[in-house]
């Protein structure tokens, strides 16, 4: 898209002064100090495959056994002769781990090789218009010399003049790559952001992993209604599913009127056999919401099922519905 | 309109067509899953990130060079439905989590971009 290129520059463009690059995205006491991560795994690519070359570098760093060679098939693309951002983003989750893409900041970018990451980058190697793409691996920085040490191509400790790093970064519009393990964070973070990433490999079948990324986010954020949501409906598919009703009624406590919630409740309770309990959270859930609320069809119908349940169990020998769950042993102290 | 900016919609219209809309779901009983569980705060985010491109006197510029009342355009964003919301989000799940919408792509992408969005003819004061 030329005009996003175009905006692009404008936003992100002049950087041409001839002061150092570095030091003003730097924490003021910590200007001098240098950082390269020397445990950063290096594959050298092969042919144009630094696609699958600067990912393996990063999920192996997270603990991943997978080589350049395994992820070739799955974001190499031969008719391109390169990988597309999304690939990556996809392989990654594929193998369990959460993509996290940085602001398209310096400062972002050189916090988190502070914080001990690092960081997938596309670089346009060429022009605007005749662009070479290339994905390199960031590991640290040196202040003194202003330049970014990269793990690129053939060359396991390739230093770059920090102007020109930044030039051939923001030709790529910027773009970076976290491949974090499921429940960390980074350290420049948007709730919404990582809770979208961490519904993404939910929805991608990683539900271990995305229930551990949610786990985090509950920490982190203990009033956030949806992070709670998921980690229910994550512990759900799991078979865990006192955790799961806990996460629920946890969401209900950061949200009381959060509908999803009461409706993934009821289905609990309903499970457990607790039918009156699960039909007063129906209930309730339905006399909160507003008329138009999208999920009202939805709790309709859960409490039509509930009922149709109801009629055909065998309600002899309930369990002790007035057990409110103990507190769970799980990441929240609380409750 | 003149013709670049024809071109611009005609790119936006591509793009935006090769996006699949997801309608939400037939009333099941089934959990509700996560994604549909974050529309609702995602669209308020989105929502609000719209009306502050709108409310800038840069953004506000641009739109009245480009013959665009951003009253109107102000009007139409609050009247986006959620399919329209979840097209628009659907697209910019494509760029840098975690970075807004202004500081990503820029006011003037903005702004075509919506224009894409709420028909480009409903808003334009001049031809």
Known sequence: ?335 | MNSTLKRKAGIYALILQLVIATFPPTALAALVQTPDAMAAEERSASLQQFNEALAREDVQQQLLQLGIDPGAARQRIAALTDAEIARLQNHLDTLPAGAGVLEVIGVVFVVLLILELVGVTNIFSKF
């Open chain 1, 1 to 335: 898209m030329r005009a996003m290129g175009v905006v692009m520059a404008l936003v992100l463009g002049g950087c041409t002064g001839t002061g150092p690059v570095l030091s003003p995205h730097l924490p003021h006491g910590d200007r001098g100090t240098t950082v390269e991560l020397r445990d950063t795994p290096f594959f050298a690519q092969t042919d144009y495959q630094c696609g699958p070359a600067a990912l393996a570098t990063l999920l192996q760093d997270t603990g991943s056994n997978v080589t350049p060679a395994d992820l070739a098939p799955e974001v190499y693309l031969p008719a391109r002769q390169g990988s597309l951002q999304l690939e990556l983003i996809a392989a990654t989750r594929r193998h369990g781990r959460l993509p996290y893409v940085i602001k398209p900041r310096l400062s972002a970018l050189l916090e988190e090789l502070r914080a001990g990451r690092p960081v997938l980058v596309l670089q346009n190697l060429g022009l605007r218009r005749l662009p070479a793409w290339h994905y390199a691996v960031a590991i640290g920085y040196l202040p003194d010399s202003d330049e970014i040490i990269l793990r690129s191509g053939t060359t396991r400790r390739k230093l770059m003049a920090a102007a020109r790093f930044l030039r051939t970064w923001e030709n790529a519009e910027g773009w970076g790559l976290l491949v974090l393990r499921p429940g960390d964070l980074p350290s420049q973070v948007d709730p919404l952001a990582y809770i979208r990433a961490a519904a993404d490999l939910e929805s991608v079948g990683q539900t271990r992993a995305a229930s551990q990324a949610y786990a985090a986010t509950t920490v982190r954020w203990p009033d956030n209604a949806t992070a709670w949501l998921g980690l229910g409906n994550t512990r759900y598919h799991l078979g865990e599913l006192e955790y799961a009703e806990h996460s629920y009624r946890q969401a209900l406590r950061a949200d009381p009127g959060h509908l999803a919630a009461h409706n993934n409740l009821a289905m609990l309770l309903a499970e457990r056999g607790c039918y009156p309990a699960a039909l007063d959270t129906l209930d309730h859930a339905l006399e909160i919401s507003r008329p138009d609320d999208a999920l009202r069809g939805t709790l309709l119908e859960t409490r039509r099922e509930i009922l149709r349940d109801r009629s055909e169990s065998d309600t002899s020998a309930g369990p002790d519905c007035t057990l409110v769950l103990p507190g769970i042993p799980g990441p929240a102290a609380s409750d």
